[in-house]
């Protein structure tokens, strides 16, 4: 069965380095997504991805963060300068279509993010 | 204001016991969906159920079922014989038309205890 892959599934940086994130979506998925997890708490949406640009952000995703979908098969999360508050589990998420026709989200399994 | 509710933030049972994760959701779309999704202490996501606001029928899988209600916004989980591999943290989750996020709940976590 297709899911969605995630590399790494922890990493360790220092304050103020950039890190990437990378996500392999389901190969014939058209949306991505990137979610943002902080221990113990709930899962907040990021940002949304669509046609090779950014379909939706929340307020969460400022200046450091960017999104990227490299070479059609990858999609990745980068932070510029990293804070303590990044250090949270970043899920990946791809869907087929979007809105009210099949919007199934299938999630992958995250990158536990801790910044030092 | 909060668009999915989960008010029981932690739930302890005792193994067998019948337990019902409760979620309220907030939205004007007459067209939307609703998950819910287990996180195991390992930390992924499992998909459980997904619905939709056309259908309001009842779903068992297992000792898993759902019930839907637009009357009160609610879309509630009861595990039927709970066991020790029920633990984990539940979300209930919200996705509208015309948007491609999902909104989370804050989740119950479940202790089932031998």
């Known amino acids: 069965e297709p899911e969605v892959t995630q590399t790494p599934s922890h990493q360790v940086t220092q304050m103020g380095q950039e890190v990437i994130l990378r996500c392999v979506p389901i190969?014939?998925?058209?949306?991505f997504y990137w979610y943002r997890q902080i221990l113990g708490q709930k899962v907040e949406f990021l940002v949304s991805?669509?046609?090779?640009?950014?379909?939706?952000k929340s307020e969460i995703f400022d200046d450091q963060f960017s999104v990227e979908r490299p070479d059609g098969s990858n999609f990745t999360l980068k932070i510029r300068s990293t804070k303590l508050e990044d250090s949270a589990m970043y899920f990946c998420?791809?869907?087929?279509?979007?809105?009210?026709?099949?919007?199934?989200?299938?999630f992958g399994p995250g990158t536990r993010l801790t910044v030092l | 204001a909060q668009k999915v509710t989960q008010a029981q933030t932690e739930i302890s049972v005792v193994e067998k016991e019948d337990v019902t994760l409760d979620c309220v959701y907030e939205?004007?779309?007459?067209?939307?969906?609703l998950f819910w999704y287990k996180q195991p202490p390992s930390g992924e996501l499992v998909f459980l159920i997904r619905r939709n606001s056309f259908d309001e029928q009842n779903e068992i899988s297992g000792r898993y079922s759902w019930n839907f209600q637009k009357s009160t916004s609610s879309f509630n989980f009861t595990i039927t014989a709970s066991q020790v591999v029920d633990s984990a943290v539940y979300f209930c989750?919200?996705?509208?038309?015309?948007?491609?996020?999902?909104?989370f709940g804050s989740g119950t976590k479940l202790n089932v205890k031998p």
């Open positions: 939205t004007r779309d007459t067209t939307y969906y």
């Open positions: 991805f669509y046609n090779n640009e950014i379909s939706e």
């Open positions: 998420a791809s869907s087929l279509l979007s809105g009210a026709l099949n919007n199934e989200q299938f």
């Open positions: 190969s014939n998925h058209l949306y």
């Open positions: 989750a919200l996705s509208e038309r015309g948007f491609n996020k999902f909104y």
